[in-house]
């Protein structure tokens, strides 16, 4: 049973535009949400964060956005960049040091 | 300073060899994890230590075992590996208390070949 779910396992989008990726969340128990940016064979890196008592958190180029009632997270990147290029994980986590649970990635790709 | 170090980057051996792996923080987070990541897969979770204590062991083989030296360092003993145990191997710290400062961050990863 998947507890986070990103449905697309890749995503397309031209330079200079948004892009948005999406992720969901079954456990109501998860209170604070991030998001990671990984290239092949390297660690991931953390990239951006919301607590559940925020509905959107921005740091400059990325934002995500929290939807608690429909279960449902997404990270805004705009405007999209070559580098962004990457794949991208969702995670999800509650107080209380038990294990971040992640999404199985979607993979960027910014064409210029 | 979020850095989360692992050493060594790449690492070649046999189904015979013992070779450890090294992770070392310094954010003072006192719960690290050993995770193991195949191509195009997301992290799955191998071992958690908190405050130096084994906390979960995700029915990991016994040819893999862990240590906690102390609250910086995380290692991890190999021996006697499959070719199938070949991937990536993150490292990962979190602090406590709440919001933010329980971010995790990870090591830049072993990438493990088994001959």
């Known amino acids: 049973d998947q507890q986070v779910k990103q449905n697309s396992p890749s995503l397309s989008v031209q330079e200079g535009r948004i892009s948005i990726l999406n992720c969901d969340y079954t456990n109501s128990m998860f209170d604070y949400f991030l998001w990671y940016k990984k290239y092949p064979a390297e660690g991931p890196t953390f990239l951006i964060s919301i607590s559940s008592i925020k509905d959107k958190n921005e740091d400059g180029r990325f934002t995500v956005f929290l939807n608690k009632s429909a279960k449902h997270l997404s990270l805004h990147i705009v405007p999209s960049q070559p580098g962004d290029s990457a794949g991208y994980f969702c995670?999800?986590?509650?107080?209380?040091?038990?294990?971040?649970?992640f999404g199985k990635g979607t993979r960027l790709s910014v064409i210029a | 300073d979020t850095e989360v170090t692992q050493t060594p980057k790449h690492l070649v051996m046999g189904m015979t060899n013992k070779k450890s792996l090294k992770c070392e923080q310094h954010?003072?987070?006192?719960?690290m994890y050993w995770y193991k990541q195949k191509a195009k897969k997301p992290p799955e979770l191998m071992f958690v230590y908190s405050y130096e204590k084994l906390s979960i062991n995700e029915s990991v083989p016994s040819r893999f075992s862990p240590e906690c030296p102390n609250s910086s360092l995380l290692n991890l003993h190999l021996h006697a590996l499959q070719p199938e145990d070949s991937a990536l191997y993150l490292c990962?710290?979190?602090?406590?208390?709440?919001?933010?400062?329980?971010?995790?961050?990870f090591g830049p990863g072993t990438r493990l070949l088994v001959l």
């Open positions: 954010m003072g987070h006192r719960a």
């Open positions: 990962a710290s979190r602090g406590t208390g709440g919001g933010a400062r329980e971010t995790q961050y």
């Open positions: 995670a999800a986590g509650n107080s209380g040091n038990t294990p971040l649970v």
